[in-house]
Antibody, heavy 126, light 110 residues
Framework: QVQLQESGPRLVKPSETLSLTCTVSGYSITNGYYWGWVRQPPGKGLEWIGS???????YHNPSLKSQITISVDTSKNQFSLRLSSVTASDTAVYYC???????????????????WGQGILVTVSS | QSALTQPASVSGSPGQSITISCTGT?????????VSWYQQHPGKAPKLMIFEDSKRPSGVSNRFSGSKSGSTASLTVSGLQAEDEADYYCCSYASSRTLIFGGGTKLTVL
């Protein structure tokens, strides 16, 4: 059974870069699927950040695209999120999740998020 | 991209049925059979309840069902139980090759 676990600093200073890693166990990330990041500010709703496959092909939320870097390390069965120039509004619980898809020509159609990590609260504060 | 529109709250008594709506546009819900629904209890990660508009993952109670008409999707919970009290989020694939969530609906079991 696939399991996902987020890790990284829980406190980040404004204007710095937030970096998180999702470690996948029980399933090889090279066996298909996209792998996504979702965040949830305290007391608010869910926001999709972006998704990546094992080849490094990515899709991003356009509202965050200038800040986001999503990468994959197949040797460690991990994928990562970097969010630059953070402000207090980036304070949130960050989740990683498995993201089934199909290929639609040369691009992917993302389906749903079927397995989630427990989430990690990252606070942006000086 | 704008969030999908959900009611902020719904409520029902044990044993009753409730329906949560999720309204999008012709660029998301109206164009794809790719609406999913998630249940989230306080302090917990979201859980997939419905995918591809109306399919249930293994292990999800058949009291949960999904449907869609045009650009509006719906989640129905029948035979309400206390454990169903949670936040529910819809999500859809969009033509911009992104995923869009609804704002969430708080279900209260009276």
């Amino acid at each position: 059974q696939v399991q996902l676990q987020e890790s990284g600093p829980r406190l980040v200073k404004p204007s710095e870069t937030l970096s998180l890693t999702c470690t996948v166990s029980g399933y090889s990330i090279t066996n298909g699927y996209y792998w996504g990041w979702v965040r949830q500010p305290p007391g608010k709703g869910l926001e999709w950040i972006g998704s990546i496959d094992s080849s490094g092909r990515t899709y991003h939320n356009p509202s965050l695209k200038s800040q986001i870097t999503i990468s994959v390390d197949t040797s460690k069965n991990q994928f990562s999120l970097r969010l630059s120039s953070v402000t207090a509004s980036d304070t949130a619980v960050y989740y990683c999740a498995r993201n089934p898809h199909i290929w639609d020509g040369a691009q992917a159609t993302l389906y749903y998020l079927d397995s989630w990590g427990q989430g990690i609260l990252v606070t942006v504060s000086s | 991209q704008s969030a999908l529109t959900q009611p902020a709250s719904v409520s029902g008594s044990p044993g009753q049925s409730i329906t949560i709506s999720c309204t999008g546009t012709s660029s998301d819900i109206g164009s794809y059979n790719l609406v999913s629904w998630y249940q989230q209890h306080p302090g917990k990660a979201p859980k997939l309840m419905i995918f591809e508009d109306s399919k249930r993952p293994s292990g999800v109670s058949n009291r949960f069902s999904g449907s869609k008409s045009g650009s509006t999707a719906s989640l129905t919970v029948s035979g309400l139980q206390a454990e169903d009290e949670a936040d529910y989020y819809c999500c859809s694939y969009a033509s911009s090759r992104t995923l869009i969530f609804g704002g969430g609906t708080k279900l209260t079991v009276l």
